[in-house]
Nanobody, 125 residues
Framework: QVQLVESGGGLVQAGGSLNLSCAASGRTVSNYGMAWFRQFPGKERDFVANINWSGGITRYGDSVKGRFTISRDNAKNTVYLQMNSLKPEDTAVYYC??????????????????WGQGTQVTVSS
């Protein structure tokens, strides 16, 4: 089993930055793909970004390309999401997830096995 705990969310003004962290425990995730998703009220979880086990391959959702950066530190069993130039429409609950199956992580929430509890990000205009 893998437990994931997100942190770093909060309230920020438009144009500001936040850096989310997701710490894994229970077992190492250094061999697994990881991702960030976000969920708006009443909506399905949307793909934000993913990263393969080594950190050498990343992919981003269209709405965050050029503004968000996903990275990982396998020594710390942690994945990060640096969010810059935040917009009010980025307001959501952000979740990290782990896919222990695929060599290249997908952008589909159903492909991920382990999830964190989420962290709220609120961007004011």
């Amino acid at each position: 089993q893998v437990q994931l705990v997100e942190s770093g969310g909060g309230l920020v003004q438009a144009g500001g930055s936040l850096n989310l962290s997701c710490a894994a425990s229970g077992r190492t995730v250094s061999n697994y793909g990881m991702a960030w998703f976000r969920q708006f009220p009443g909506k399905e979880r949307d793909f934000v970004a993913n990263i393969n086990w080594s950190g050498g391959i990343t992919r981003y959702g269209d709405s965050v390309k050029g503004r968000f950066t996903i990275s990982r530190d396998n020594a710390k069993n942690t994945v990060y999401l640096q969010m810059n130039s935040l917009k009010p429409e980025d307001t959501a609950v952000y979740y990290c997830a782990v896919d222990p199956v695929r060599s290249r992580p997908s952008s589909y929430a159903n492909d991920y096995t382990y999830w964190g509890q989420g962290t709220q990000v609120t961007v004011s205009s």
